[in-house]
T-cell receptor, first 110, second 116 residues
C-alpha cells in the first residue's frame, strides 16, 4: 500500500538536543497527524493539523502543515529520555483511510 | 483511563487454530478499524466498520474476518493462522461524518499474536 516518505529513518541524539523530522507526499492531504509509538504499545496521537500553513504546539512538540499540503514537519525541543519511541506521520484526505509514513525511530541518550 | 481497550494483550495460538481478538471502546465513536503491524513497520489497515457497514481492504486475506455486534465492540477473527500472521494487531476508533471528515483515530495498545 501507499506510504509517505518520512525522514530521517532513525535519530540518535543527546538529552537536551532539539529534534526535527518530516514527512513528504506526492499528493495533497487535508489532514496531517503525528503519532508516537513506544515498544509494546499502540500509537498515541500527538498533534493533528487541518489547514495548510497551520503551526500547532503540544508542550515541547511543534508540528506544521506544509503550505503545499504535501508535507508536514515535527520538531521536539530539549529532548528528554522519555521521548524515545517511533514517530509516525499520517496523512488523510477527507474520509479516506490514513496513509502512514515509514516512521522515525528516536533514541535519546542521557 | 484507557478508551480503546484490547484483549488479550498477548495471544499465543497454534498454526491453523482459529483465534479471536477483541476491542472495546468507551468513546462512542462510529468507526472502528483493525490494523496489522509487523516489527516497527507502519500499521497496515485490514478493514474498518463505518457504523454497521463493513469495509474490507482489497489486499486483506480472506483468512481475516471481523464482527461488530454493537457500537462498543469489534472482533478480529483469524480463521487459520499461519506463521506469517504473527504480528501486533491494533484496534482504532474515530468519529466520522460520511463524505465530510474524520476526527483523528485513537488506538488501543494492541494484541501481540504469536503462532506456534
Amino acid at each position: 500500500g501507499q506510504q509517505l516518505n518520512q525522514s530521517p529513518q532513525s535519530m540518535f541524539i543527546q538529552e537536551g538536543e532539539d529534534v526535527s523530522m518530516n514527512c513528504t507526499s506526492s499528493s495533497i492531504f487535508n489532514t496531517w497527524l503525528w503519532y508516537k509509538q513506544e515498544p509494546g504499545e499502540g500509537p498515541v496521537l500527538l498533534i493533528a493539523l487541518y489547514k495548510a500553513g497551520e503551526l500547532t504546539s503540544n508542550g515541547r512538540l511543534t508540528a506544521q502543515f506544509g503550505i503545499t499540503r504535501k508535507d508536514s514537519f515535527l520538531n521536539i525541543s530539549a529532548s528528554i529520555p522519555s521521548d524515545v519511541g517511533i514517530y509516525f506521520c499520517a496523512g488523510q484526505r477527507n474520509t479516506d483511510k490514513l496513509i502512514f509514513g515509514t516512521g522515525t525511530r528516536l533514541q535519546v541518550f542521557p | 483511563d484507557a478508551m480503546v481497550i484490547q484483549n488479550p494483550r498477548y495471544q499465543v495460538t497454534q498454526f491453523g487454530k482459529p483465534v479471536t481478538l477483541s476491542c472495546s471502546q468507551t468513546l462512542n465513536h462510529n468507526v472502528m478499524y483493525w490494523y496489522q503491524q509487523k516489527s516497527s513497520q507502519a500499521p497496515k489497515l485490514l478493514f474498518h466498520y463505518y457504523d454497521k457497514d463493513f469495509n474490507n481492504e482489497a489486499d486483506t486475506p480472506d483468512n481475516f474476518q471481523s464482527r461488530r455486534p454493537n457500537t462498543s465492540f469489534c472482533f478480529l477473527d483469524i480463521r487459520s493462522p499461519g506463521l506469517g500472521d504473527a504480528a501486533m494487531y491494533l484496534c482504532a476508533t474515530s468519529r466520522a461524518t460520511l463524505g465530510y471528515s474524520n476526527q483523528p483515530q485513537h488506538f488501543g495498545d494492541g494484541t501481540r499474536l504469536s503462532i506456534l
